[in-house]
């Protein structure tokens, strides 16, 4: 199977701070990107997406930053709550054959 | 909204027996679903994409002896862990498209299979 990396970082904020988790991505012919949240346990939940055509996307208090020369994307979280807390992953489509890709992952632990 | 809805979602068999996990789109047609698996710690790993009423196309690597993957219908499509072994213990998710989001990517609430 497919995936990008077997480690798991970890990022710790203060409950109240700005979070941005980054994700390199593998394929320069990926066209659409999402990041979801998985909490133990459960299947992955949608959080934000973006369309290769866009550098950038808001949603609620979450924001979406792509760079394609550098295959990079970001998600922010303003005003990171406990509830955040969560394995973070961007996920890429590669294409034509609509398959979808997962990133390593990011452990988001917020500290009260 | 779009609802996978996956079963049985724990799951704990003997070393040899088959398991089969089923994932349910319940309220949209799903020509597409795929199929992941997790292991602790890790992110997750496409095993295959499921196709309604074609066989599914399996990622390098994995066994598609040991993996049987069935998509009868626009709505259902099931993954049958064969002669199951301790080192097959991990956690299934599917997904189908067709919900939100530009594709549509909708994911099941994952089966976690232990084979003892």
């Known amino acids: 199977g497919e995936s990008v990396g077997l480690h798991l970082p970890t990022l710790s904020v203060q409950e109240g701070d700005n979070s941005i988790i980054n994700c390199a991505y593998s394929n320069s012919a990926s066209d659409y990107f999402i990041w979801y949240k998985q909490e133990s346990g459960k299947g992955p939940q949608f959080i934000i997406d973006i369309r290769s055509n866009m550098d950038k996307r808001q949603g609620q208090r979450v924001t979406v930053l792509l760079n394609k020369t550098v295959k990079h994307l970001s998600l922010q979280i303003a005003a990171t709550q406990p509830g955040d807390s969560a394995v973070y992953f961007c996920?890429?489509?590669?294409?034509?054959?609509?398959?979808?890709?997962f990133g390593t992952g990011t452990l988001l632990a917020v500290q009260p | 909204g779009a609802v996978v809805s996956q079963h049985p979602s724990r799951v704990i068999c003997k070393s040899g027996t088959s398991v089969k996990i089923e994932c349910r789109s319940l309220d949209f047609q799903a020509t597409t679903m795929f199929w992941y698996r997790q292991f602790p710690k890790q992110s997750l790993m496409l095993m295959a994409t499921s196709n309604e009423g074609s066989k599914a196309t399996y990622e390098q690597g994995v066994e598609k002896d040991k993996f049987l993957i069935n998509h009868a219908s626009l709505t259902l499509s099931t993954l049958t862990v064969t002669s199951a072994h301790p080192e097959d213990s991990s956690f299934y998710i599917c997904?189908?498209?067709?919900?939100?989001?530009?594709?549509?990517?909708?994911f099941g609430s994952g089966t976690r299979l232990t084979v003892v």
């Open positions: 997904s189908a498209i067709g919900g939100r989001g530009v594709y549509g990517y909708t």
């Open positions: 996920a890429e489509n590669g294409g034509a054959t609509n398959k979808l890709i």
